[in-house]
């Protein structure tokens, strides 16, 4: 199946600080979200950006779908920018499932 | 427009038992996907449906569980017999025909003592 690798693991930052997260995919892909893990455990869609570039407020994401990653970028964090950030993609050719990368765990610190 | 929903939120249960999650999907979306998350990783696909048709269950363990989605009322995941294995938030999404986006409700939090 589609591998999916994110990166960092986890990040520590400063309450301000600007911050890159990296997703890696091993497959052409039609689909490619990313999703927010709060604290208290609800997925929140950010983006659904299979190729391009978005903005949402601080956040913005861009996919090179030819070179297989996307990336997520958070400008001037806030402490409840805390929590897990998923990539996932959903692979040409597998129907409409999303595989998940392993997650960016990132806190933000007052 | 309501999000998904899911119920109950948390669930427990006993070895044995029988776990039943319940996803209704957003208003005008008839497509539905269920994933598992056990605690400290990301979220595996487990099956996809359609009103009354399962698409895929390539990701569902073959003995145990089931799952489905009825012309009137919302998806079923069936969970027979729980072990503690099974421990784990249990996400539903649903997206329209038309469009790839997929919503999460959110989830089900199942803990087998």
């Known amino acids: 199946g589609i591998q999916v690798e994110q990166s960092p693991p986890d990040l520590i930052l400063q309450e301000g600080a600007n911050s890159t997260l990296r997703c890696n995919f091993s497959?052409?892909?039609?689909?490619l979200q990313w999703f927010h893990q709060n604290p208290w455990g609800q997925l929140i869609n950010l983006f659904y950006?299979?190729?391009g570039t978005k903005q949402n407020g601080r956040l913005s994401a861009t996919t090179v779908a030819t070179e297989r990653y996307s990336l997520l970028y958070i400008s001037s964090s806030q402490t409840t920018d805390s929590g897990v950030y998923f990539c996932?993609?959903?692979?040409?050719?597998?129907?409409?499932?999303?595989?998940f990368g392993e997650g960016t765990q990132l806190t933000v610190n007052p | 427009n309501a999000g998904v929903m899911q119920n109950p939120r948390h669930l427990v249960r006993r070895r044995g038992q029988e776990a039943r999650l319940r996803c209704s999907p957003m208003?005008?979306?008839?497509?539905v996907y269920w994933y598992r998350q056990l605690p400290e990783e990301g979220l595996k696909f487990m099956v996809y449906?359609?009103?009354?048709?399962?698409?895929?269950e390539s990701g569902m363990p073959k003995e145990r569980f089931s799952a489905e989605f009825p012309k009137e009322g919302p998806s079923i995941l069936r969970i027979q017999q729980v072990v503690r294995g099974d421990s784990a938030a249990y996400f539903c999404?649903?997206?329209?025909?038309?469009?790839?986006?997929?919503?999460f409700g959110p989830g089900t939090r199942l803990l087998v003592l």
């Open positions: 449906l359609q009103k009354e048709n399962i698409i895929d």
């Open positions: 497959d052409s892909v039609n689909n």
């Open positions: 208003k005008g979306h008839s497509h």
């Open positions: 950006i299979p190729s």
């Open positions: 999404a649903s997206s329209p025909p038309s469009l790839k986006t997929q919503y």
């Open positions: 996932a993609v959903e692979k040409e050719t597998s129907g409409s499932r999303l595989t």
